[in-house]
């Protein structure tokens, strides 16, 4: 089964304000640098949580989830294989790049390329001490979706991910353990991604964080507030070049895998943007962001 995303690698054309932004603002810890790739990590065992190359356009080179066990990642490389939109990029084997692990890379029935892997490197991480505004890791990815049906029945089918709640029939949460979502699909004009979110320890230092980037000079997208569905606290900005939107969040809802979930559905208003009532409205520059523009990266996996 899928554990949770592992990290995200993106393609953005302008690599040294990227990594200052990731690096310096953000608050990810470099864990190394080779031809033309940068590797970030974060206050968890997983060798990094955010992957950079450069590359001419913004593109999303990889959404790396985990797996528990080397026998999942062979089962599910046997259910993309046997789906009919399911397309093998690489087979399951022992991998020696950065982070190595057991792992394979397919396309998504939208053209994203998936990689899968398991048994990958320990990293000695300092832990996160109260108060420290550096994220713990990533917990979650959305993903817009130009059709939505299609990759909720591709996850759903080849990875097992469960729909925990919708937003009206234009926002699926999936989730794969106990948080409420891991991964969400939003209905869109194109296949793109919407934002990668990174968990902070607690309130106290989501706000901490929140604050740091504003002291630095960036004003958020859309936040601080908390999610109606998901109870997650939000705070969005927007990496300035390649236009990449990254959340930091905390608090999200965990659901016990013992009970019967039903899904429920959401409408679509200010009551589900934002529980609390103190964000900003999201106008349309907010939903304009979030969208950004056709992923350059699909059907295209990244040369390494
Ligand atoms: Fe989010």
């Not at 060798?47 to 080397?70: F, G, I, K, N, Q």
């Not at 009551?271 to 103190?278: E, I």
């Not at 520059?285 to 040369?303: F, I, Y």
Request: glycine share 10%.
């Amino acid at each position: 089964m899928i554990t949770h995303v592992r990290s995200v690698a993106l393609g953005v054309p302008d690599i040294v304000a990227a990594r200052e932004f990731f690096e310096k603002s953000w608050q990810l810890d470099l864990v190394g640098t080779d031809s033309g790739r940068v590797f970030l990590g974060a206050g968890c065992q997983d060798s990094h949580v955010l992957r950079l190359r450069a590359t001419a356009e913004p593109r999303v080179d990889l959404l790396c989830l985990a797996a528990a066990t080397e026998a999942d990642v062979d089962e599910i490389a046997g259910r993309v294989a046997a789906h009919p939109l399911g397309r093998l990029v690489s087979e399951p084997a022992t991998c020696t790049d950065e982070g190595g692990g057991y792992r394979f890379r397919f396309l998504d029935c939208e053209g994203r390329t998936v990689e899968v892997s398991s048994r990958t490197e320990v990293r000695a991480f300092r832990s996160v001490e109260p108060g420290e505004s550096r994220p713990t890791g990533i917990s979650h990815v959305v993903l817009n979706a130009g059709d939505l049906p299609a990759s909720l029945e591709f996850y759903r089918s080849v990875l097992g991910l469960k729909v925990s709640d919708w937003v009206e029939d234009i926002m699926v949460f999936l989730r794969a353990g106990a948080f409420h979502h891991l991964l969400a699909f939003t209905r869109a004009p194109h296949t793109s991604l919407n934002h990668v979110a990174f968990e902070l320890r607690g309130i106290d230092e989501f706000m901490r964080a929140t604050g740091d980037m504003m002291r630095k000079g960036y004003g958020p997208l859309w936040g601080p507030g908390r999610h109606g569905v998901g109870a997650n606290t939000f705070t969005y900005f927007q990496e300035p070049t390649s236009g990449f939107v990254a959340e930091y969040t905390t608090g999200m809802l965990r659901i016990d895998p013992d009970h019967e979930w039903i899904p429920r559905v959401y409408p679509a208003n200010a009551q589900t943007s934002d529980s609390w009532g103190v964000a900003s409205p999201r106008d349309e520059a907010v939903s304009a962001s979030l969208r950004g523009c056709p992923d350059t990266g699909l059907w295209q996996p990244p040369p390494v």
